[in-house]
């Protein structure tokens, strides 16, 4: 009996294992590693997709890169007419599932990214964890940046996004932190990446969004600043211009801020109190820094040079009318009764809410040397 149960068993078990019933043929497919969107005239996009030949994807580098990826680009009205375009002429399906990156140029960001990202939103195959940069220029020529050690351009971008970088004043931003504070009354930032002479790439600040449209940049500095008030620093390098040419690097490798709203008198208020630890990473013109008195002189100098950046950030998120540090949702989350109306007119809110600024720095480590080497 129990033999015979056995056999029924295992006569029925293919039937109760399931399959891959909706599996695609990876030679059916043109796998995209990246996209990018470029304004182009009368109102529509060009589009280029970076796709990936998995023949020639090797897991170490070097090697003929240009085998691994080919670009293709068209010029259209919306963004999935220029995706069957590509399905007609590569003969293949696209597939966004291993989407590394969406790069958008400048002038399309300036225009309004309702459009864009509505395709990307709606795409099932997109994750919603893809990060999105603004190039400085075109988005087409950053996906067709020169490599050296990478095998894909969308690899390479994506690495100078990467949080273990030694100086962080960017972050990286994916389409559901862009939808999130694109439909709140904060504002949403993208990276900027500008493509400099012989393939060099280098982030160049912050593009500000007003909703969906770009409204202006922050450079460096500010972006660094941004990031300091919004406890998303990482740590990284700094300097400060001192007398007679000299400079002064140290590395900021810890960071908080308590940013804490106040209601008075029906008054609201923002009060933002700035810790950072630094070492020394390298020094000219300032002298010894082993003694108590030359370690409290350089905290005292690095205070009074975050405090001037800090208020430069919030100066220029006002002239373009961004709150960039999400004051708003701080503000409404303790005094939701009180911020009901400004919070309804929060732009001109923003533009005169009072904010005050302190900072406290401490030295730790002054390097491997007692003083300036001669």
């Known amino acids: 009996m129990k033999k015979t149960a056995s056999i029924l068993l295992a006569l029925c078990m293919p039937f109760l294992l399931s399959g ?53 680009s068209s010029t259209g009205i919306g963004i999935q007419q220029q995706m069957h375009q590509f399905e007609t002429e590569l003969s293949r399906e696209i597939y966004n599932g291993h989407m590394e990156m969406i790069v958008i140029g400048k002038e399309a960001a300036e225009g309004g990214l309702e459009q864009i ?17 603004i190039a400085d220029g075109k988005a087409s020529d950053l996906l067709d940046v020169e490599l050296k ?30 939808l999130r504070n694109a439909v709140s009354n904060s504002s949403a930032t993208l990276p900027i990446i500008e493509q400099l002479e012989e393939g060099a790439l280098e982030t160049k600040g912050v593009a500000v969004f007003d909703k969906y449209k770009m409204v202006g ?7 660094r600043s941004m990031l ?26 810890k960071s908080s801020a308590s940013v804490k709203p106040e209601c008075e008198n029906g008054e609201l208020s923002v009060n933002a109190e700035v810790y950072l630890e630094f070492r020394v990473s390298d ?25 001037e950046r800090l208020a430069d950030v919030i100066t220029r998120s006002r ?19 009180e911020s009901e109306s400004s919070i309804k007119n929060w732009d001109e809110e923003f533009r005169n809410l009072p904010v005050s600024i302190s900072v406290t720095s401490k030295m730790y480590s002054s390097g491997a040397v007692l003083k300036n080497i001669q």
């Not at 990202?117 to 990060?131: K, L």
């Not at 940049?217 to 972006?223: H, P, R, T, V």
């Open 228 to 253: 300091i008030l919004t406890n998303k620093y990482g740590g990284g390098i700094a300097t400060i211009e001192l007398p007679d040419n000299g400079v002064f690097t140290f590395e900021i490798t």
């Open 117 to 133: 990202m509505d395709y990307f939103y709606r795409e099932s195959e997109a994750r919603f964890n893809i990060p999105i940069v």
């Open 283 to 307: 020094v000219s013109e300032i002298g010894e820094l082993y003694s108590d008195e030359a370690r409290h002189n350089a905290e005292k100098m690095v205070n009074a040079a975050m405090f």
């Open 149 to 178: 050690l990478e095998r894909l351009p969308v690899s390479r971008l994506a690495g100078m996004l990467s949080t273990n970088r030694v100086d962080m004043v960017v972050r990286k931003i994916t389409m559901d932190d862009f």
């Open 20 to 72: 891959c019933w909706s599996s695609e043929e990876i030679t059916t497919l043109a796998i995209v590693m990246g996209i990018g969107v470029d304004a182009a005239a009368d109102g529509e996009y060009e589009v280029t997709v970076q796709i990936a030949q998995p023949s020639n994807l090797k897991f170490m580098s070097g090697g003929d890169n240009q085998d691994a990826y080919f670009n293709a």
């Open 217 to 223: 940049e922050l450079d460096q500095e500010q972006a």
């Open 319 to 337: 002239e373009l009318n961004a709150d960039v540090f999400d004051f708003a949702d701080i503000i409404y989350c303790r005094y939701p009764r």
